[in-house]
């Protein structure tokens, strides 16, 4: 995603934010802080006192987070202060969601395990848990809501997910431009690089008919449920 396409994003952002009782200012203000919270390959070395080589390396190891603007990669303030020692006091938030009441033992494993990793890979750190029971297709959470809310006031380090749907279902690049804006990391403990786009399409797709067959019936009614079993057997045949 370019660079100079920011403005249009953050505004676009801004009224998908004003919509759930975010302000638009929040938005509006991810373009002027963007540039110091990341950093080109160049000058991350510079501080560092590396090689640009080495960070590319780093980079694809995995030892350092980056995010891709456009076709060049950006290391994140909070990582150099990170590999230099400095203590980065912004929270981090451990983020779960089922989609119905009668999953909510899947969400207490959800953050059973969140509370685990953080415990093991960011000890000391202060810690948010939120949670919602809600689809992934609602912008309305009141807990995602809380937790946008906290990142456009600069006070979220990393939010750490199970899964990368956990958050939403749809306008996943909007999130990642407003964290990536924010210096803000997002850590997926199970990231679904198994699935191939078909297979990605093929879910979001059932998602958009489970809602709105939802919205049309009642969520879990006998309709919805006959239509969900046709739009699978449509999709998953040969």
Not at 108 to 115: A, G, S, Y
Not at 143 to 157: G, N
Not at 213 to 234: F, I
């Amino acid at each position: 995603m370019a660079l100079e396409n920011l403005d249009a994003i953050a505004l676009r952002i801004g009224r998908i934010a004003v919509d759930g009782n975010i302000s638009l200012c929040y938005a509006i203000s991810i373009v002027r802080k963007s540039d110091r919270k990341y950093l080109r390959v160049g000058k991350a070395a510079e501080e560092l006192g590396l090689h640009p080589i080495t960070i590319r390396r780093w980079i694809k190891m995995g030892k350092i987070q980056a995010v891709r603007v456009g076709i060049e990669a950006r290391v994140p303030r909070s990582e150099i202060e990170r590999l230099l020692g400095k203590r980065d006091d912004r929270l981090l938030v451990l983020y779960a969601r089922v989609s119905g009441h009668d999953q909510r033992p899947d969400l207490e494993r959800q953050i059973e395990r969140l509370e685990k990793w953080a415990r093991t890979e960011r000890p000391g750190r202060e810690m948010l848990v939120l949670s919602d029971i809600g689809s992934g297709l609602n912008a309305a959470r009141k807990r995602l809501q809380q937790l946008l809310k906290l990142v456009c006031e600069d006070r979220v380090a990393e939010v750490a997910i199970t899964y990368g749907d956990r958050l939403t279902r749809f306008g996943q690049e909007y999130l990642e431009t407003l964290f990536t804006s924010f210096g803000v990391a997002c850590t997926i403990l199970n990231p679904d690089e198994e699935k191939t786009p078909e297979q990605e399409l093929s879910e979001d797709l059932l998602s958009i008919i489970a809602s709105f067959a939802g919205k049309l019936y009642g969520m879990r009614s006998q309709k919805q449920k006959e239509l969900l079993e046709c739009a699978e057997n449509v999709l998953h045949s040969p």
